[in-house]
């Protein structure tokens, strides 16, 4: 069983479309977070939820929204997509914040 | 302002050799440092966690160690397999309730038959 999973693994798309990336845990973790890697491979922390509240929000565009229906899935949407927004978009989870992080496969975002 | 530096940026070794892979961090209030190892095309794999009181964790064949006083952190590597081939990512928690993280760069580690 894949304990994170995201889905699509692979997207592309026009700039200005609206696109969303679906994530999943099965692992009754608290916590979720959204991170993306850009070309350069250097990871960056967007967003962490714990117990379906935002508790990490960095700097992000307000294009970027993250979405917690419940502790098992945190969804993120972006609106206006911009070729800046290609990336490799990782999510995660973990029982609490501040302890050992699962990650996803990752969603290649490609914006053309 | 918070900073991870890890070295060095690549690395190619033999099979079977060893190797140490350095992070140096600025992260203050201090709560915990992490390894992670990422595959290709793969998310990061947690390796360790070490918070401020442990100096050295060991997973298999892969042992961190954390000097607090000098902020820095190695990862060594014994009798590297061909698997071992990856990019490996240090990342510094801070503490007092801010879980802000701090991701360096990471080191490519290529390990050649």
């Known amino acids: 069983d894949t304990a994170v999973s995201q889905t699509p693994k692979y997207l592309v798309t026009q700039m200005g479309n609206d696109k969303s990336i679906k994530c999943e845990q099965n692992?009754?973790?608290?916590?979720m977070y959204w991170y993306k890697q850009d070309s350069k491979k250097f990871l960056k922390i967007m967003f962490s939820?714990?117990?379906?509240?935002?508790?990490i929000n960095e700097t992000v565009p307000n294009r970027f929204s993250p979405k917690s229906p419940d502790k098992a899935h945190l969804n993120l949407h972006i609106n206006s997509l911009e070729l800046g927004d290609s990336a490799v978009y990782f999510c995660?989870?973990?029982?609490?914040?501040?302890?050992?992080?699962?990650f996803g496969q990752g969603t290649r975002l490609t914006v053309v | 302002k918070n900073q991870v530096e890890q070295s060095p940026q690549s690395l190619i070794i033999l099979e079977g050799k060893n190797c140490t892979l350095q992070?140096?961090?600025?992260?203050?209030?201090?709560?915990?440092l992490r390894w992670y190892k990422q595959d290709t095309g793969r998310g990061p794999v947690s390796l360790t966690i070490?918070?401020?009181?442990?100096n050295t964790k060991s997973n298999g064949r892969y042992t961190a160690t954390l000097d607090a006083d000098t902020k820095q952190s190695s990862l060594h590597i014994t009798a590297s397999q061909l698997s071992d081939s990856a990019s490996y990512i240090c990342v510094v928690s801070a503490g007092a309730g801010s879980y802000q993280l701090t991701f360096g760069k990471g080191t490519k580690l290529s390990v050649i038959p």
């Open positions: 992070c140096n961090y600025t992260v203050s209030p201090f709560s915990n």
């Open positions: 995660a989870s973990s029982r609490q914040l501040n302890t050992e992080a699962f």
């Open positions: 692992l009754g973790h608290d916590t």
């Open positions: 939820y714990n117990n379906k509240e935002l508790i």
């Open positions: 070490m918070t401020f009181s442990e």
